[in-house]
């Protein structure tokens, strides 16, 4: 029993990872490679890359890439949607177009346009915005570039209402020690200021009801859990969120924070992962992940943990809802051997349009199954 209670803490807090919120770990977070004449790439997989033509370069460079946690503002009503990305040496100049790729974060754009997204490079006065491609599929930005500076992905969220903040959520964790079990939960949170990740100035309402269920703070009890929570509390908690119903918040507020409802439905099949099985021995030449892909509705996110430094190697990836997701050994190369859990999340997400309320504010119902592999060379 305390092993299941292990492993389901431990699931909480990645499923919270998730919902666009990165880890910091800037160790992996970083490339380096040597590129001449003959052109080659340098990348950290699934955030950035650069692809330098054969004959761009005359001479062997060492190049370098390195996450920037804490960039200059783009200024204006303009967003930071990635990490921004340093790539060295800085001002290496290339007689030929390189292409840079960065990976957005779609939670991140509010209610501004994806496609709007581009691509800005910090030019010392500010930044400066380039002719940008977007890959909304696999949320992902490319742009040309001839020199090295500090690069980031940003949208105009000229359109963004600003107000208080609400996160509303309501999920199930399926986990499998000896058998499969669900866990059903629902929260909210209330912020004065926008931040999709963590609490800067939390607020409290009157009540937080989810349909019949009515939602206890919990600061109340724990004072660093500034959030609204319900779940079965009981001996043998039995999951009670029903495929496919709708589930409608009704938030009555205060002086902060306006009242307001918000609705969404709840998934209609649950993404149960039958290979690899848990525990699995893979290998980096390559594996497939397979799940229940239901009726094909909804967003498949698939995420990717190591278990000893809880660092995300694949983070909140959408992907087709086939069923499967093959883990290639050119990725699998670039990390190391290790434990690692794999999500498998189904996901329906809204953002919420009501008086008062940012316009940045989600609602969202998630299942997310896992498993854990051990990946050997």
């Given at each position: 029993?305390?092993?299941?209670?292990?492993?389901?803490?431990?699931?909480?807090?990645?499923?919270?990872?998730?919902?666009?919120?990165?880890?910091?770990?800037?160790?992996?977070?970083?490339?380096?490679?040597?590129?001449?004449?003959?052109?080659?790439?340098?990348?950290?997989?699934n955030?950035?890359?650069?692809?330098?033509?054969?004959?761009?370069?005359?001479?062997?460079?060492?190049?370098?890439?390195?996450m920037?946690?804490?960039?200059?503002?783009?200024?204006?009503?303009?967003?930071?949607?990635?990490?921004?990305?340093?790539?060295?040496?800085?001002?290496?100049?290339?007689?030929?177009?390189?292409?840079?790729?960065?990976?957005?974060?779609?939670?991140?754009?509010?209610?501004?346009n994806?496609?709007?997204?581009?691509?800005?490079?910090?030019?010392?006065?500010?930044?400066?915005?380039?002719?940008?491609?977007?890959?909304?599929?696999?949320?992902?930005?490319?742009?040309?570039?001839?020199?090295?500076?500090?690069?980031?992905?940003?949208?105009?969220?000229?359109s963004?209402?600003?107000?208080?903040?609400?996160?509303?959520?309501?999920?199930?964790?399926?986990?499998?020690?000896?058998?499969?079990?669900?866990?059903?939960?629902?929260?909210?949170?209330?912020?004065?200021?926008?931040?999709?990740?963590?609490?800067?100035?939390?607020?409290?309402?009157?009540?937080?009801?989810?349909?019949?269920?009515?939602?206890?703070?919990?600061?109340?009890?724990?004072?660093?859990?500034?959030?609204?929570?319900?779940?079965?509390?009981?001996?043998?908690?039995?999951?009670?969120?029903?495929?496919?119903?709708?589930?409608?918040?009704?938030?009555?507020?205060?002086?902060?924070?306006?009242?307001?409802?918000?609705s969404?439905?709840?998934?209609?099949?649950?993404?149960?992962?039958?290979?690899?099985?848990?525990?699995?021995?893979?290998?980096?030449?390559?594996?497939?992940?397979?799940?229940?892909s239901?009726?094909?509705?909804?967003?498949?996110?698939?995420?990717?943990y190591?278990?000893?430094?809880?660092?995300?190697?694949?983070?909140?990836?959408?992907?087709?809802?086939?069923?499967?997701?093959?883990?290639?050994?050119?990725?699998?190369?670039?990390?190391?051997?290790s434990?690692?859990?794999?999500?498998?999340?189904?996901?329906?997400?809204?953002?919420?349009?009501?008086?008062?309320?940012?316009?940045?504010?989600?609602?969202?119902?998630?299942?997310?199954?896992?498993v854990?592999?051990?990946?050997?060379?």
């Amino acid at each position: 029993m305390k092993l299941r209670s292990l492993l389901l803490t431990s699931m909480l807090v990645f499923s919270l990872i998730i919902v666009g919120c990165s880890t910091d770990n800037d160790e992996n977070h970083t490339a380096e490679n040597a590129i001449g004449p003959e052109g080659g790439k340098i990348e950290i997989s699934n955030e950035v890359s650069l692809v330098i033509p054969a004959g761009a370069l005359t001479d062997t460079i060492d190049f370098t890439m390195e996450m920037n946690a804490s960039p200059n503002p783009i200024g204006g009503k303009n967003a930071i949607v990635s990490d921004a990305f340093e790539i060295g040496p800085t001002g290496t100049n290339f007689s030929q177009p390189c292409t840079i790729s960065i990976h957005y974060n779609e939670s991140e754009i509010g209610t501004g346009n994806e496609s709007d997204i581009k691509i800005y490079a910090d030019v010392g006065t500010g930044w400066e915005e380039l002719s940008t491609t977007v890959n909304e599929a696999e949320n992902k930005v490319t742009a040309t570039i001839n020199h090295l500076s500090l690069y980031v992905a940003g949208v105009d969220t000229t359109s963004i209402t600003e107000g208080a903040y609400a996160n509303l959520t309501l999920y199930r964790i399926l986990t499998r020690i000896d058998t499969l079990s669900r866990t059903d939960m629902i929260q909210a949170r209330f912020d004065s200021v926008y931040d999709p990740c963590n609490a800067i100035n939390p607020l409290e309402v009157e009540s937080v009801w989810c349909n019949t269920y009515g939602l206890k703070y919990m600061g109340d009890f724990i004072p660093t859990m500034k959030y609204y929570w319900y779940t079965d509390t009981s001996e043998t908690p039995e999951p009670f969120l029903v495929f496919g119903e709708t589930y409608t918040y009704h938030i009555a507020g205060n002086e902060f924070v306006p009242n307001f409802t918000a609705s969404i439905d709840f998934p209609t099949y649950e993404p149960i992962i039958s290979s690899p099985s848990w525990g699995a021995i893979v290998s980096k030449t390559g594996f497939t992940l397979n799940w229940n892909s239901g009726d094909g509705s909804g967003e498949i996110v698939i995420s990717m943990y190591d278990t000893l430094t809880r660092v995300a190697v694949i983070e909140g990836e959408s992907t087709t809802n086939d069923g499967e997701f093959t883990f290639t050994s050119s990725f699998l190369s670039t990390i190391p051997t290790s434990v690692y859990s794999i999500h498998v999340q189904v996901i329906n997400h809204e953002n919420i349009n009501a008086n008062g309320i940012d316009s940045r504010s989600t609602i969202l119902a998630y299942i997310m199954n896992d498993v854990f592999v051990t990946l050997v060379e």
